[in-house]
């Protein structure tokens, strides 16, 4: 079974700043990917960013990058410039490929407020 | 790309009625779905994934008979809660499973908020 923990339940940072949030995550998996999903309050998930586990180069979308550690089993997700739009509850997930359904574990979240 | 839509976006029922939540792919086909409940201030709890074609695969503790689901064809699922009662009150929300051969990706609904009065 995986597992994914985001130990922050909130954060907050200022306007136009840059903020990091963590996650780890547990997989007997070989070959699995990670999401980082978005809910801002109108509850629509949004998928943020994505990382194949075998590629070692962190992806990175615009203002949002990530630092994969595959060997510490860690997955944090980096806001830079951060704006209004960017409050929300933030999920990381994980892939379940074992039954070939790609079912997401997901963490609990962090709740991020982003301060004018 | 890769929209998927849900509807009714909330709905209001009496007790011991049936519900039924339409999940959509707008732009691409899926040959999977998920189906979700999520709390007030907790994350997603999968209930159950949807293959086209086939019987749903319900995750543990997730009452078959009441949640019936029917992925028709490859942009449709359904999710019915059969005999609602106020404890089935919660947001629904739907993912279609994008297959690009690599990295599939699961977009979501908008999600479907359920009131059983």
């Known amino acids: 079974a995986q597992t994914v923990t985001q130990s922050q339940p909130e954060m907050s940072v200022q306007e136009a700043e840059t903020v990091t949030l963590s996650c780890t995550y547990d997989?007997?998996?070989?070959?699995?990917?990670l999401f980082w999903y978005k809910q801002p309050p109108s509850r629509q998930m949004i998928l943020v960013i994505r990382?194949?586990?075998?590629?070692?180069q962190n992806a990175t979308e615009n203002r949002f990058s990530v630092n994969f550690q595959k060997a510490a089993k860690s997955f944090s997700l980096k806001i830079s410039d951060s704006q209004l739009g960017d409050a929300a509850m933030y999920f990381c997930?994980?892939?379940?490929?074992?039954?070939?359904?790609?079912?997401?574990?997901f963490g609990k979240g962090t709740k991020l407020s982003v301060i004018p | 790309g890769a929209v998927v839509s849900q509807h009714p976006s909330w709905v209001i029922c009496k007790s011991g009625t049936s519900v039924k939540i339409e999940c959509r792919s707008l732009?691409?086909?899926?040959?999977?779905m998920f189906w979700y409940r999520q709390f007030p201030k907790q994350s997603l709890m999968l209930m159950a994934t949807?293959?086209?074609?086939?019987?749903?695969?319900?995750e543990q503790g997730v009452e078959k008979d009441k949640f019936l689901i029917n992925h028709a064809s490859l942009t449709l699922s359904t999710l019915t809660v059969t005999s609602a009662h106020p404890e089935d009150s919660s947001f629904y929300i739907c993912?279609?499973?994008?297959?690009?051969?690599?990295?599939?990706?699961?977009?979501f609904g908008p999600g479907t908020r359920l009131t059983v009065l």
């Open positions: 997989t007997s998996e070989s070959d699995y990917y």
């Open positions: 993912s279609a499973k994008h297959d690009t051969g690599r990295m599939d990706t699961q977009y």
């Open positions: 732009d691409f086909q899926a040959t999977t």
């Open positions: 990382q194949e586990a075998y590629k070692q």
């Open positions: 949807s293959n086209e074609g086939s019987k749903a695969t319900y």
């Open positions: 997930a994980c892939t379940n490929s074992g039954a070939g359904s790609y079912q997401l574990t």
